[in-house]
């Protein structure tokens, strides 16, 4: 166990330069105070979880202490935001202060977002508010112990300081970790910006740094370009089917190592909702839920628009041709596991599609419904689901094919139904509206409710007593929460 003292740095990106970032010092808060921290975030740094309650903690994470080995840039890349290219963003409200390894020989990079103006800003503020940060803390935890790939989240540092929204909230920080902050958009940065030679750079930065097996590989740069459709296939096809909505999808906003990153509006559903669109500045949908799958794809042939300096067009395009069938494999593989079968059989496509369409239409909610399933045998569970359906007829249809294919696929005892299924089957997910309440009491100064909700998405698998609240259909003031993209 480490005190915050004790990190050892070795900033890889900042020693790219001037051309890949800016140093800019961070704007302190005004009376920071620690919000929530994550011990299992802290683990990853080898920190004692003890530091997070030592004065130093706040301060380091709300930009008034740095360490002496610390290089805090601001980042530059631009991205293909809604479908239309913006030439330049870069971190207008984050810095990278710097990498630091771990014992077990990881980098992870520190990132204080919320941390002032930067020569990105544009017309921003450089700041964040404190529920967005909360937001994005929970998330990326919670995403974490669900199993879906995404940055991390050490902590998040509120503050007095007033911050300017749509009213006056109060700014905060959240420390963000990832073994890398590149995004697509860097790449796009140095393609659309004709700068051959530090694209060339990058390039080796990421495949040493990040792809290193791709070496081996006879085509590095392809090699690392399938393995980066690989992963966003797997990211994708897991938000898919744990429903969750990211809401904005946008090329500057998808990390170059297939982890969920950058969260602004994103939800996870509730009622089973194919057309959700969860970021209401989207009026055109076109990061609903279900338009995800092949956003993931155009995002991929975005990045691979910004690789033809190394890769051929026709290698790119077969590299690409691997995204749908390896996107659709995972999916089936997780929803095959979802519904509880061990086995693979042609028609469990349908079987999935079929369930789905009726839980669409009947508002069914995507969490419980799963989660129930695997309380007992089939034919009990589906027999207690039905009520939940107003397509009764078409709901029978789907048990009666569902109840064959379980008798098909083996002989198990109840309890180890249940056992597998839930372990693929979460209880608590983070519900709009249980963010929004552990918001409300945080912007009042009690942070008890964030821990708590943060606490019991850590383990999102197991029943935890006394959690009944967590694992809940929303009220009905919660249920079409509208989640402000000013963040
Ligand atoms: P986002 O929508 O958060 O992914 O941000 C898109 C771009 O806007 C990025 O370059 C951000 O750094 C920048 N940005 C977002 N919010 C702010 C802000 N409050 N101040 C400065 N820049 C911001
Ligand atoms: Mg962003």
């Known amino acids: ?79 293909h935001q809604f479908g239309g290219y913006t030439p330049q963003l870069g971190d207008g409200r984050g810095l990278l202060l710097g990498e630091v390894y771990n014992e077990a020989g990881e980098h ?5 977002k919320g941390a002032g103006m930067t020569p990105y800003s544009r017309m921003g503020d450089g700041r964040a508010v404190l529920r967005s940060s ?65 694209q060339a750079e990058l390039a080796e930065h990421v495949l040493n740094l990040h792809y290193p097996e791709c070496r081996e590989q006879p085509e590095p740069y392809l090699a690392m370009f399938r393995e980066i459709v690989e992963r966003n296939a797997e990211m994708i096809a897991k938000w898919q089917a744990y429903g969750f909505c990211h809401g904005v999808m946008n090329t500057d906003n998808m990390s170059i190592l297939g982890i969920t990153f950058d969260f602004g509006p994103f939800a996870f559903l509730d009622d089973f909702d194919a057309h959700f669109i969860c970021n209401h500045s989207d009026h055109e949908g076109r990061y609903s839920f279900s338009n995800q799958v092949p ?13 033809t300096p190394f890769i051929s067009v026709d290698a790119l395009k077969e590299a690409l041709g691997l995204y749908l069938p390896l996107y659709q494999a ?27 369409k009726l839980m669409q239409n009947s508002g069914v909610d995507y969490t419980l419904f799963f989660r129930r399933l695997g309380d007992e045998s089939a034919a009990l569970a589906v027999a207690r689901l039905r009520d939940d359906f107003v397509d009764l007829a078409g709901f029978d249809a789907w048990a009666e094919q569902y109840k064959a294919r379980v008798a098909r696929d083996g002989d198990y005892s109840e309890v180890q139904r249940r056992e597998r299924m839930h372990a693929v089957n979460p209880l608590y997910i983070l519900r709009n509206y249980l963010a929004q309440n552990a918001i409300a009491a945080a912007e009042s100064g009690d942070y008890s409710e964030v821990r708590r909700l943060h606490e019991v998405l850590s383990k999102p698998f197991e029943e935890q007593a006394g959690m009944e609240q967590y694992a809940q259909r929303p009220p009905d003031w919660g249920k079409h929460l509208e989640i402000s993209c000013s963040s």
């Open 330 to 356: 995972h999916y089936l593989d997780l929803m095959r596991r979802r519904l509880g079968l061990t086995t693979a059989e042609d028609d469990d496509q349908k079987l999935v599609e079929q369930l789905l």
């Open 1 to 79: 166990m480490k005190a915050l003292d004790e990190l050892t740095f070795d900033n890889r990106f900042a020693r790219l330069g001037d051309a890949f970032s800016t140093h800019v010092l961070p704007e302190p808060l005004d009376e920071p105070r620690l919000v929530v921290a994550s011990n299992a975030a802290m683990a990853l740094l080898d920190l004692d979880p003890a530091v997070a309650e030592t004065p130093v903690f706040a301060e380091l994470f709300s930009g008034h202490k740095l360490w002496a080995e610390a290089e805090p840039r601001a980042m530059v890349y631009s991205g």
């Open 134 to 198: 909360i937001r994005e803390f929970l998330a990326s935890e919670a995403l974490h112990a669900l199993g879906i790939p995404s940055s991390r989240a050490l902590c998040v540092i509120g503050s007095s300081t007033p911050v300017w929204r749509e009213k006056q909230e109060r700014g905060a920080m959240v420390l963000r970790l990832a073994h890398s902050h590149i995004r697509f958009g860097h790449f796009e940065y140095f393609y659309y910006t004709k700068k051959p030679e530090q």
């Open 108 to 112: 992870w990079d520190l990132h204080l």
């Open 295 to 307: 956003i993931g794809q155009w995002n991929l042939s975005a990045l691979a628009q910004a690789l």
